[in-house]
């Protein structure tokens, strides 16, 4: 079987084509296109600006992803699109895009949950067998353990995700958003060498993320437009931008490895999987992989290509769905902006 995936709940809109062979081996990649809103440094993605990009790339990409893959509409037995949670305005443009393949090319829909799609592609490209799974991107946070034909949620963020924070701080310095405002924080907490205290907000399971903006903002803030210069307390030497984004990161992460730590204890798994476009980050897989290590575990990744919000994913979990008989009528082929994880039953699951 053959499916169209379509993603587009944020600024990137993918296309992938998926097939699942007869007999049951590992999935094959037939195309994963990708194609991102940017805004200038400094601002985020508005939905009506990102719904009209993704409404200007939808049908090239198709095209596109149909060519690379070396087949035709014919080959195709159904069109998988994000039903959610995301923005609504870019949920709206590609859920009428996949409406309108479906008429036109006379193929069933299958809505697909975003996490559920990030969760089901790190598990087969990893080959993780029931591994904890941390599932960080701008917009969600969340520990997460299968059980019973649910992917519960044990924890998650109580106000914005990690990956909102990073972004928000990347607008605070006016950090390009090219490739992505979360990879450039990365890249300029590799050269920091003073760590700043930071709030550190575990509640019980659950992760606040809010208040750790603000405070750094204020640092921001005084670094950038302060009469006096920041100073490490130890050293006396100057505070810099890469060192906030160095301490940003420390704390943010350590925070996610408590709770998944903790999570790991409650359900007896030696293994976390790490999905979410915040998962292709080196450090937060740095410390994953020490904190697994100390516990005889082991940790999963997957690089920017299934990481970072993808079609392929959407192919590949509409598809499992697809299999065990579920569709979605084109009259509830709607979308939504909040569609829990745990609201999804995995009957592709024992």
């Known amino acids: 079987m053959i499916a169209l995936g379509l993603e587009g709940s944020a600024n990137k809109l993918g296309v992938g084509l998926i097939l699942h062979p007869a007999k049951r081996g590992p999935a094959i990649i037939l195309s994963n296109i990708r194609h991102t809103f940017v805004s200038p440094p400094g601002e985020g993605f508005l939905p009506k600006d990102t719904a009209k990009h993704h409404r200007s790339w939808i049908t090239r990409l198709v095209l596109q992803a149909l060519k690379e893959a070396g087949i035709t509409m014919a080959d195709i037995d159904c069109i998988c699109y994000t039903k959610g949670p995301g923005m609504g305005a870019p949920l709206q443009s590609v ?88 990879y450039n924080i990365e890249q300029m907490a590799k050269q920091g060498r003073h760590f700043v205290e930071l709030p550190y907000a575990v509640k019980g399971m659950d992760c606040s993320f809010s208040g750790i903006l603000a405070s750094i903002d204020i640092l921001a803030d005084k670094l950038q437009n302060g009469p006096t210069e920041l100073k490490d307390e130890e050293t006396g030497e100057p505070i810099t931008r890469e060192d906030l984004c160095f301490s940003l990161q420390e704390t943010v992460y350590a925070m ?51 990481c970072i919000d993808n079609g392929i994913m959407i192919a590949h979990a509409g598809l499992l769905a697809y299999r065990t008989g579920f569709r979605t009528p084109l009259e509830e082929s709607t979308c939504t902006q909040r569609f829990r994880t745990d609201e999804v039953l995995v009957k592709w699951r024992d």
Request: net charge neutral; with cysteine.
């Open 95 to 182: 859920a009428i895009a996949a409406r309108t393949l479906s008429l036109l090319w006379g193929k069933e829909l299958v809505g697909v949950n975003h996490c559920v799609g990030h969760i089901e592609m790190g598990r087969e490209i990893t080959s993780a067998q029931n591994p904890v799974v941390l599932y960080v991107s701008g917009g969600n946070t969340q520990v997460i353990a299968y059980a019973a034909q649910r992917y519960r949620i044990f924890g998650e963020a109580l106000d914005i995700a990690v990956g909102n924070c990073l972004d928000r701080f990347a607008r605070t310095l006016r950090i390009s958003n090219h490739p992505a405002p979360g």
């Open 256 to 306: 996610l490895v408590e709770i998944t730590e903790r999570a790991m204890a409650h359900v007896g798994s030696s293994q976390v999987l790490i999905v979410g476009g915040v998962g292709s980050n080196e450090r937060l897989q740095e410390m994953m992989g020490m904190m697994a290590k100390d516990r005889g575990g082991s940790v999963f990744a997957t690089d920017e290509r299934f």
